[in-house]
């Protein structure tokens, strides 16, 4: 089992839609996570951390759920600009050193 | 402007040739980080960095050497005992270890001619 899977997608939507991402963690040890956003060809950028107790941000909420050991991106009324790849990012340590794990990305589309 | 520059933006390597990609960070931060992307996958980590002359390997570091002399800069070396060094290669940094947001540099595009 890969330590951290993500569905690599395309998830095409209309503008407007809901959508959500899972991003499932096999360490239970994971100690933090993230969500970054990575355009076509750039520098992957943070969208958002996820704690223990969920967070929003405007039209993301992000949530984490131990117990089945996962994250989630969830996206209300989707933008054009939100089209892009999702990186969930889970971090936990190892032998005393960090071990830093990005999934493969989910690709969305947000369609006009 | 505080941030993380990568220099340069595309590099053409030979059969044979060590090439070092550049990465400076103004961002006064103490961790630093290498990954590679290829084509549909994720990113995977080289090598990272605490603290000044200390670094520490990470899940791909074979045909990859690095240094941190100055808590700035962090080259990473592709030697010539990497046999599929075609990638994007990104740097970021962290204020202190990975457990926080990790800040990233544009990436610089290595192509093997």
Same mark, same amino acid.
């Given at each position: 089992r890969k330590e951290v899977e993500q569905d690599?997608?395309?998830f095409n939507v209309p503008e407007g839609a809901t959508v959500a991402f899972n991003c499932t963690y096999s360490? =239970?040890? =994971?100690?933090s996570f993230f969500w970054y956003r990575q355009d076509c060809r750039k520098e992957p950028k943070l969208l958002m951390s996820v704690y223990s107790s969920g967070n929003e941000d405007g039209r993301f909420t992000a949530q984490l759920n131990r117990a089945s050991q996962y994250i989630s991106l969830l996206i209300r009324d +989707?933008?054009? +600009?939100?089209s892009a790849t999702y990186l969930c990012v889970v971090n936990f340590n190892s032998g005393g050193y960090q071990k830093v794990t990005f999934g493969t990305g989910t690709k969305l589309q947000v369609i006009p | 402007d505080g941030g993380i520059t990568q220099s340069p933006k595309y590099l053409f390597r030979k059969e044979g040739q060590n090439v070092t990609l550049s990465c400076e960070q *103004?961002? *006064?931060?103490?961790a630093m980080y290498w990954y590679r992307q290829d084509p549909g996958q994720g990113l995977r980590l080289i090598y990272y960095s605490q603290i000044v002359n200390d670094f520490q390997k990470g899940d791909i570091a074979e045909g990859y050497s690095v240094s941190r002399e100055k808590k700035e800069s962090f080259p990473l070396t592709v030697t010539s005992?990497?046999? *599929?060094?075609t990638a994007f290669y990104l740097c970021a940094s962290s204020?202190?270890?990975?457990?926080e947001t990790q800040y990233f540099g544009p990436g610089t595009r290595l192509l093997v001619l």
């Open positions: 690599p997608g395309p360490n =239970s040890a =994971s100690q +989707s933008k054009l +600009s939100d | *103004n961002l *006064n931060h103490d005992a990497q046999k *599929n060094p204020i202190r270890t990975s457990y």
